[in-house]
């Protein structure tokens, strides 16, 4: 099994979020599949091709910089948070001075492909995703602004609501900074992204790479759903897979398929090829996620390694993918507070732990590199 290693370096404290130009697909392009052509290959005319779309109204750029405030809804639940570009220049030596947490490891080769590829298309396509526990300051903050009138309001081709508010004004520019300059923020999504970050800011310094394009939410005001990634394991059977439980130190009970379902919750794993099912109890899992359990404790007393792994992000999808020679390990969702403890303790979580939701849709604000 191939698992990421390199953990990306850490951005040092203060957290910087800089105004920068946003370019935006209109309105009925944000989701649009067809929409992604804009950023396809060759990566080398992207800047070229967003012209010409902004020339034919199929896409925007805004008239000035700004630290936008943008809230989305999706499957009724809100997102709102802060958009700009992220400092990346400053990295910290201790745990102390770290601003941004990676909780997974990343494929160096991976991360310097998508480098390649936004170096070549002199673009920022999409924001990362960090969360945080913010200011009650901030928060306020926020509030005032989204009480105005948002620049731009639609409904996206996705079904998202888009709200999105520019922050220009020096004075309440100032007061963010001064209010994110302490922040720790967890990476919720983007770690290749992130990692690209770092290297281009390395590689080209002084320039608009210093920073990289970021969305930052605040948990405790507009919460993020953390969902887990299930797994399924073609090359192994369930019986395996029990036995590694087993010798983990988890219980492993035998059960129908409706109670083993009921039975998933924070305490709780489920194994499963379809026609057989099992709960886990495994030891200790208020202090370890249960994902970080399964891959450190019983992938690693398989008496063969699985070929690979895959990852889906919901039960009915993991539980299509699964046969007699492909079980599945329904996996409860992590908590926020459990991933932040671990990362900021120095620990990390195994590759594609957690899926934080909803993201949003690809489109609605974009970093050229050329304007920054």
């Known amino acids: 099994m ?3 290693t390199v953990v990306p370096p850490y951005v040092a404290k203060p957290l910087e979020l800089f105004p920068f130009r946003a370019v935006m697909l209109a309105p009925g392009r944000v989701g649009d599949p067809a929409s992604a052509r804009a950023l396809a290959r060759p990566y080398r005319d992207v800047a070229a091709r967003l012209t010409q779309w902004i020339e034919q109204g199929r896409a925007t750029a805004d008239t000035a910089p700004a630290v936008y405030l943008h809230e989305y809804t999706s499957g009724g639940l809100t ?15 201790s745990m102390a001075e770290r601003a941004v947490w990676p909780h997974e490891a990343i494929h160096p080769e991976q991360a310097g492909e998508l480098a390649d590829r936004m170096f070549q298309m002199d673009l920022n396509p999409a924001p990362i995703l960090l969360v945080h526990h913010g200011d009650h300051e901030l928060r306020e903050l926020m509030a005032e602004v989204s009480h105005g009138t948002p620049e731009w309001r639609y409904l996206d081709r996705t079904g998202q609501r888009q709200r999105i508010w520019a922050i220009r004004d020096e004075d309440v520019l100032a007061r963010i900074g001064a209010l994110l300059a302490g922040a720790r923020c967890l990476l919720a ?25 970021a969305m930052l939410v605040d948990q405790d005001d507009t919460p993020l759903f953390l969902g887990a990634i299930h797994r399924t394991l073609p090359g192994t059977t369930l019986d395996a897979l029990a036995d590694a439980a087993r010798a983990a130190g988890a219980a492993v009970t035998g059960r129908e398929r409706h109670h083993a379902l009921s039975a998933l919750d924070s305490t709780h794993l489920v194994l499963t090829d379809g026609h057989a099912w099992h709960t886990v109890s495994p030891r200790g899992l208020d202090q370890k996620a249960a994902v970080a359990w399964l891959h450190d404790e019983v992938l690693q ?18 539980l299509a993918a699964t046969s007699p020679t492909s079980p599945a390990v329904l996996l409860p ?23 934080f939701q909803p993201k949003p849709s690809l489109g609605v604000l974009m970093r050229p590199m050329n304007d920054a």
């Open 79 to 93: 997102v709102r948070g802060l958009v700009g570009a992220l400092g990346m220049s400053r990295r910290a030596d």
């Open 301 to 318: 007393r398989l008496p063969r390694p699985a070929p690979r792994i895959e990852h889906h992000h919901n039960v009915d999808d993991a």
């Open 333 to 355: 969702s992590p908590d926020f507070d459990q991933v932040r403890a671990l990362v900021e303790s120095g620990g990390l979580l195994p590759e594609k732990a957690t899926s």
């Open 189 to 213: 999504d983007g770690h290749h992204r992130y990692a690209a970050y770092l290297r281009l800011q390395q590689e080209h310094p002084g320039t608009a790479w210093d920073s990289g394009l």
């Open 2 to 4: 191939d698992f990421a």
